[in-house]
């Protein structure tokens, strides 16, 4: 499974970057989420109960942080396993910039899972994966000081230039049949 977006939130660098690295912080913005325990430097073990269409399972695993570059990006290695559901494990590469007067929060995460829950189907993962996600950053907007609506997802460039083509062509065509309605009734006989 792949996984990437942006997304803005209304605080500053060095804000997020604090809350993205507090293991409390995480603690409340993960659903499920029951314990992160720092266990060296850079790495955490994690305790959460999940959910992905009929599986449910506790999972227990480590967080790694690495290529770290404070405070504007760092990459996450984790695995955990579940029991008879299965296993997940993967990494992501999260990048933070300023954007405006918040922070746009970039990433891209790969992750491979097995048992149970690779035969669930990856368009339930994905679409699992994109909730977690979504739930996280309205949760850590809302830890920053907003609230849950401003965890702006950002439109890839592509979908911002598919847009504009699209707008341009429907605008083209009403324009087309605007003009052929006024030669129509202009050009008819009385």
Request: aromatic share 6%; proline share 5%.
């Amino acid at each position: 499974m792949e996984m990437s977006s942006s997304r803005v939130v209304p605080a500053s660098v060095e804000a997020t970057w604090r809350a993205l690295n507090d293991p409390e912080v995480l603690k409340a913005c993960i659903a499920g989420c029951e314990s992160i325990e720092r266990v060296a430097d850079n790495e955490y073990k994690v305790t959460m109960t999940a959910r992905v269409g009929p599986v449910s399972a506790k999972f227990s695993g480590r967080i790694v942080l690495s290529d770290i570059v404070a405070p504007s990006s760092y990459t996450i290695t984790f695995d955990g396993q579940g029991g008879a559901a299965g296993f997940a494990n993967g990494n992501a590469r999260v990048t933070l910039s300023p954007e405006g007067t918040g922070t746009r929060i970039d990433y891209k995460a790969s992750a491979q899972v097995g048992g149970k829950l690779a035969q669930i189907g990856s368009r339930l993962i994905d679409g699992a994966a994109a909730k977690v996600a979504d739930d996280f950053f309205g949760r850590l907007v809302e830890h920053l000081g907003g609230t849950a609506g401003e965890a702006a997802a950002v439109p890839p460039p592509q979908a911002v230039k598919a847009a504009l083509s699209t707008m341009w062509w429907r605008l083209g065509l009403a324009l087309a049949i605007v003009v052929a309605m006024a030669i129509y009734w202009l050009t008819r006989p009385a």
